[in-house]
Structure formats: structure tokens, C-alpha cells
């Protein structure tokens, strides 16, 4: 019998206030930083640079005629890509400004070297050649810093080379490993069907504790989905959010006993925010609950009651973990969010209703967690856990001393900057003081932080003892 899951513990009170450790910048996530130290800058200072050099002396007629085009080329390169990320509400939080000039440097580095191109000697054609992938190489530097998708260099050559993820295997090779001792648990790339969504999505990952690899016969283990935020791959949790060192370490201190890990894909691509809704955007929520739950209950054995699942997510993650959990309490007894919205949200009420769900305001009535929970009334043996940021007192630096504050926080780290998310700013409150008032168990907790990938590990690392009781995995404790 799994043991009695152990009450949600109570609140981090608000003083004192657990902080983060100082993060080092230059070599966050074990490497090279591409969120800030020299690597960044370096490329800036380069790609400017080139660009000075591409345009200095040239002739009166080029600077009268081809320079006001070219840059106008690029300022209309600039307002379109910006226009096009507002309207289709494809982040919470503003995007730095140096993103749209390096946007713009990029388009008008194009038609430089299009409209300069003929009467220009060969190692000003070069340079001008050379120049657009230098500029395109700062626009990705500063969308990365704003979204934080690649922390450090290692981390994004090893994406971009498809690079083996930690401890992982071929699915062709988990017969073999039946019935065997495992030190670590393993990952397994997964191609879960959407017969039931229709949702087009990339392939999933789904880690199986060493516990799972004993006996002749997988055991009927609880399971915990991951959802990464806006911009999102399955894979974030586990490269960006630093998951697996979590998990095993957890399994390790449990005699190889943890629960199964279903990282899944709630966009379908990069820049689709589908907010775990079905709309537009896709039905990513049919995929979560339709094809990937049963999945992997058919697949490796898992359980398949409520009780024993959980959905833990990150930003928008976040709020997708509370949404699926108040709306599916038969599938889902266990959430925890990570500075999530009240809600899923696209921009203003109307804007959401637009473009999350077509203008369908009954579908946003629907998806809405606190409406959702008010509808369904009185639920029984749900729980959730949120993880929230405090901003420092008077602009000081949730670092200490020596680090910069709050309002020159470096950018990116999961879709958001320094700018706080309006829909984000008491949700955590907000909601469980909802969920109380219809039975489902739950409590607040804060940390002196950046709304930032490393806040999301810590707060998935603290609820995880907790977690893996609420859902009831052989050997835990809730501590």
C-alpha cells in the first residue's frame, strides 16, 4: 500500500525569506553563459562593429539614396516583427528593446549589401556578406537573454547538434534492461500519437526511476508531467530547468524508488503559446490529457488512477498545472505552479478570448482555473503547491550585495524580463484562496528571486519530497 499522502505543508512566512545562492552569470549552467559575461558582448561588439565598418566612406550619392533605404528597410523589419509578437500575444512580458534593433540592424544589413553591392571593391563586399550573419547571431543573443531557452554555449550546442539528453536510451533498448539494477534512472524519446487531439506536436520524453527496471514486470508507478513555459521544447525541463540531477538525486535517497517523468510538449513549436488550452493554437489540451496520459500508462505500466498524477509546470507551465488539475480532477490529483497567471493569457481579456480561443468567450469561461473551480464545487483529495517570487525591498538584489538589482535584472531566463507580469502579480494568492473555498488543499510559497529558470529549479527541487508523497510513491516520506 502506497503510504498516506502528507498535507500540503504550511506557507513560507514572508519574513525571513529563503533566497536563491548568488548565480554566477559567466558560467551559469556549467558553461560558457549566453545570458551574460563576455560571450554576449562579445558579439554585440563584433556585429557593431562590421556594421560601422560597412557603412564608413562610402560615396555622397550611396549615403543620399541607398542609406535612407536601407535603413528604413530595417525600421520596418523592426516595427513588423515587434507588431507581430504583440498580436499574437506570444509572451507575457515585453521584450528588450535591444531584440528589435538587432532585428532591424539585421534586415538593413540585407539591403546594404543588396543595394551597395555593385561599385564596392571585394573587401567591402565580403565584409557586407559578412555582416548579416553576425547581426543575425546578436538578434538570437538578445532573444535568447529575453526568453533564456539556452543558458550557457554547451547547453545550445547540444541542442542544436541533437546532442544526447542525460542518461538517455532508445526506447528498442528498455527489454534489455528488465530485470536489471539500475544506478540512475533513464530517459526514453517517446513518439506519442494524437489520435484523440489532432495536436501536431515533437517527440516527448518520458524518465523511468531505477525502480521501474526491477522485476519481470514494470510496477504501477505514480506519475508527474512537466511543463515548460512560453517558448518552450519538451526538452526545456531537463536542459534548461537542470530536472534530472533533481530526480535522480531524489530516486538515489529512495532506494531507486521516484515517479515516473512524462516531459511533454504543450506547443507544438517554439513560438506557438497554446497556454494548455484546445483553441486555435491547437488542442493542447486534449493532447495532455487524451493522448499523452494514456500513453504512457499503456507504454510503461503506469498508474492510471487520479491519485497517483500530478502536473508540475513553470510560467506558463504553471498556470497549464493548476488549469488541468482543477479541470480534471479525475485524472489529476496533484499540482504544483510555478509563477504562473491567474489564468491562460494572451494579452487583455479580449485579446485572450481572440486569439487563444477564437472569440469563443464560453471557451475562456471554460479554461479559466478560478471559474473552472467554482463550477465543479467541492472536490476531494486535490492538492497543489505554488511557487512564487518576491521582489528585494527598495530595488535591492535577491543576491545580496554585489549584484545588480532588481530593475537592471539581466534579461531572459524562461520568456520574461524585469518587467513583472501584470496577470502574474497575486495569482498565486488569488487562486488558492479559491481553491480553499472548494476544498482543495493548497499553500503559497516565496522565494527572494528572478522570475528565472534557476528559480523554477529550486522550486521544483523543494516541492519534489512533497509531490512524490502527495501522489503516493513507495517510499516516501513528504520530507
Known sequence: MPPTPSPAPSPVEPTPLPQLPAPDFHQYAHGISLLGGWLPLTIEIVAAVAVLAVVARRTSRWWLLWFPVSVTVGVLAALTAHTYVDSEG??????????????????????????????????????SVVTIPLTLLAALVALNQWVGYYPSLQTAWGALTAGPLPNQVDAADLPALRNTVQTSGKLVEVDIGSDASGFKHRSEYVYLPPAWFAGETPPRLPVIMMVAGEFNTPADWIRTGNAMPIIDGYAKSHGGQAPIFAFVDSGGSFNNDTECVNGPRGNAADHLTKDVRPYVVKNFGASDQAANWAVVGWSMGGTCAIDLTVMHPELFSTFEDIAGDHGPTAGTKEQTISRLYGGDAAAWDQFDPRSAMLRHGPYQGVSGWFEDTVKPANGTSPYGSGHRPQSDAPMGFGGHDEFRDSDEAGAADDLCATAKTVGISCSVHRIISYHTWQFAERGFSDALPWLAAQIGTPGSTGS
Not at 535591444?98 to 573587401?123: K, M
Open 90 to 127: 506570444l509572451a507575457s512580458d515585453p521584450a528588450p528593446f535591444g531584440l528589435w534593433i538587432w532585428v532591424g540592424l539585421f534586415a538593413a544589413g540585407v539591403a546594404v549589401a543588396v543595394f551597395g553591392w555593385r561599385g564596392s571593391p571585394w573587401w567591402r563586399r565580403g565584409l
